[in-house]
Nanobody, 124 residues
Framework: QVQLVESGGGLVQAGESLRLACTAS????????LGWFRQAAGKEREFLAG???????TYLHSVLGRFTISRENAKNTMYLEMGSLNPEDTAVYYC??????????????????WGQGTQVTVSS
């Protein structure tokens, strides 16, 4: 059974940093394209960052330079390092994995497996 479990969310103040982790079981993440998404209250889920199997990465423009996606295959874990957080970053953050895709998808429907989400709240 495939399972992705996020951790690392919480309450931080504006300007601070946070690192989210997503650990997989039942799958080998090195075989997958990986992504991080978030959904703020009353808004649609949006793509933040993606990591291809070839080491390529892509980011939502508004987080470029502030967020960094990475993966640690030996631990079957992916990460999202978030810096210079602001209240607009408050949302539930999700990790996702896609198999057999060309490039790094930005649409959530193209991802096959999802974590349960972790809340990130940034106070001003």
């Amino acid at each position: 059974q495939v399972q992705l479990v996020e951790s690392g969310g919480g309450l931080v103040q504006a300007g601070e940093s946070l690192r989210l982790a997503c650990t997989a079981s039942g799958v080998t993440l090195s075989w997958y394209t990986l992504g991080w998404f978030r959904q703020a209250a009353g808004k649609e889920r949006e793509f933040l960052a993606g990591s291809g199997r070839d080491g390529s990465t892509t980011y939502l423009h508004s987080v470029l330079g502030r967020f960094t996606i990475s993966r640690e295959n030996a631990k079957n874990t992916m990460y999202l390092e978030m810096g210079s957080l602001n209240p607009e970053d408050t949302a539930v953050y999700y990790c996702a994995a896609a198999v057999g895709r060309v490039g790094i998808p930005h649409k959530d429907v193209e991802y096959d497996h999802w974590g349960q989400g972790t809340q990130v709240t940034v106070s001003s």
